[in-house]
């Protein structure tokens, strides 16, 4: 599994149009080879989304300040075709920023080998 977090600075300083976001998140998905289940586009006044797309292998978010020129992007799935950070340019591109940070973490999934330490483990 891929949690992958970016955060987009020196984004357009118009408000981007969520429909516009939510197209580009579904190239997103579409490159990383997921299925898209649904979408949700709530937007804020006087400005500003949040675009969640669910996916049968887990979401796709994408929150924006146009007001910073901001917008963070959160990949989770537990499949990928290929890295994230090539994914995503779709919405990078919508967006008109740049990524200033990017974390990525491999999150446990069943397939993956266990640490030896946690909750109830040993270390």
Same mark, same amino acid.
């Given at each position: 599994?891929i949690?992958? #977090?970016?955060? #987009?600075?020196?984004c ?5 149009? !969520?429909?516009q976001?939510?197209? !580009?998140?579904r190239?997103?998905a579409? *490159?990383?080879? @997921? %299925?898209?289940? %649904? $979408? +949700? ?9 949040? @675009? +969640? *797309? ?7 978010? +994408?929150? %924006?300040?146009?007001?910073?020129r *901001? ?6 799935? @537990? /499949?990928? !075709?290929?890295?994230p950070? $090539? !994914? ?5 591109? #919508?967006l008109g920023?740049?990524? &200033?940070?990017?974390?990525k #973490? &491999? /999150?446990?999934?069943? &397939?993956?080998? /266990?640490?030896? &330490? ?6």
């Amino acid at each position: 599994m891929i949690h992958a #977090v970016f955060d #987009v600075t020196e984004c357009k300083h118009s408000d981007t149009p !969520a429909e516009q976001i939510m197209s !580009a998140m579904r190239a997103t998905a579409e *490159l990383l080879g @997921c %299925t898209i289940r %649904t $979408q +949700v586009i709530e937007p804020f006044q006087p400005h500003g989304a949040t @675009c +969640v *797309l669910i996916l049968a292998e887990s979401h796709i978010t +994408v929150s %924006t300040w146009p007001e910073h020129r *901001l917008a963070h992007i959160d990949v989770f799935t @537990c /499949r990928a !075709a290929i890295d994230p950070t $090539q !994914a995503i340019k779709p919405v990078i591109e #919508v967006l008109g920023g740049q990524i &200033t940070h990017a974390q990525k #973490v &491999t /999150r446990f999934s069943p &397939t993956t080998k /266990r640490s030896g &330490t946690g909750p109830g483990r040993a270390s």
